[in-house]
């Protein structure tokens, strides 16, 4: 399934680079009035689901545009192969019970 991605640990990096200004989630946060927490969780999830209104003040507080700070995949990337040898099951083996004499 497509979807969007926000690339928000690039783009602080991208504004280091083009300004020579720190820049830090606390920062960025302190600027554009969105919680350390959320820009942390956006940082560290790919999947975030972030309103356009947050993308805004992102983009606003790293001087950036939208395409900077995201990216379109067409399809998600595909999942691992399994371990096979971490998938083997392993037998059950049932002991017998004696049965107690009365």
Known sequence: ????VIKL???VQAYKRRTGEK???QILADKTGIAYATLNNMGSNP???ATLSILTKIC???ETTPDKLLEY???DPPEPEPNPK?????????KKRKKKKS
């Open 23 to 25: 820049m830090t989630y």
């Open 86 to 94: 971490k998938t083997k099951k392993k037998k059950k083996t049932t």
């Open 1 to 4: 399934m497509p979807r969007i």
């Open 47 to 49: 999947k975030y689901n």
């Open 73 to 75: 995949l067409p399809e």
């Open 9 to 11: 640990r690039e783009a």
């Open 60 to 62: 606003t507080g790293l």
